[in-house]
């Protein structure tokens, strides 16, 4: 069973502040999704990564695929307080056919 | 922009009961996706779909479970008999499946409470 681990589980920070949140397996993913999900709703895709090293940006937010596509971060530059909710990776571990996810980071940014 | 949805958004049934979840996948998806998440905890797979034919599940997805598509376009999750713990979010999730484009869309979920 692969597993993902994200770090760290919770996490509240000031408005403007950086932040990195990790997500880690010891099995190799054929892609990588990151999404976001608030109280009540489902997840919300925010980037899919494929290459091993890959870096992807989304205004401020980055993300980057390990080399051996076994791991991922997240990273936010001056967070503000709309950034707020869980952060979810998930693997795709059979091109299609599963996607696991990670247990998620809270994270939340106070004005 | 197209959209997974899903009905009902809350249902409430008694132990015992049967339930049918029901979703309508982004049209030119080709692998659709049943996970469930209890209350405060992770987002589990239960299921994925494709060719008209189940293509993994979990352990989670025993005999209580099982998956329709039974038209063109709707994709049914049944729990048959229902227990207090099968109470979680279910969330449908459609994709097209190929490596480039591997990501998942999801609905916003069915809330089921066993009473």
């Known amino acids: 069973t692969q597993l993902l681990e994200q770090s760290p589980q919770f996490l509240s920070i000031q408005e403007g502040e950086n932040l990195t949140v990790y997500c880690n397996s010891s099995s190799v993913f054929s892609s990588l999704q990151w999404y976001r999900q608030e109280p009540g709703e489902g997840p919300v895709l925010l980037v899919t990564v494929v290459t091993g090293g890959e870096v992807k940006k989304l205004k401020r937010l980055t993300f980057q695929f390990g080399d051996a596509r076994k791991d991922s971060s997240l990273h936010i530059t001056a967070a503000q307080p709309g950034d707020t909710g869980l952060y979810l990776c998930?693997?795709?571990?059979?091109?299609?056919?599963?996607?696991?996810f990670g247990p998620g980071t809270r994270l939340s940014v106070l004005p | 922009e197209p959209e997974v949805t899903q009905t009902p958004s809350h249902q409430v049934t008694q132990m015992g009961q049967e339930v049918i979840l029901r979703c309508v996948p982004i049209?030119?998806?080709?692998?659709f996706y049943w996970y469930r998440q209890i209350l405060g905890q992770k987002v589990e797979f239960l299921v994925s779909?494709?060719?008209?034919?189940?293509?993994?599940k979990s352990e989670i997805f025993d005999d209580q479970f099982s998956v329709e598509r039974p038209d063109g376009s709707n994709f049914t999750l049944k729990i048959r008999s229902t227990k207090l713990e099968d109470s979680a979010m279910y969330f449908c999730?459609?994709?097209?499946?190929?490596?480039?484009?591997?990501?998942?869309?999801f609905g916003e979920g069915s809330r089921l409470t066993v009473l």
């Open positions: 049209s030119n998806h080709l692998y």
């Open positions: 998930a693997g795709d571990t059979a091109y299609g056919q599963n996607f696991v």
């Open positions: 779909f494709y060719n008209n034919e189940i293509s993994e």
């Open positions: 999730a459609s994709g097209r499946g190929r490596r480039e484009t591997g990501e998942l869309f």
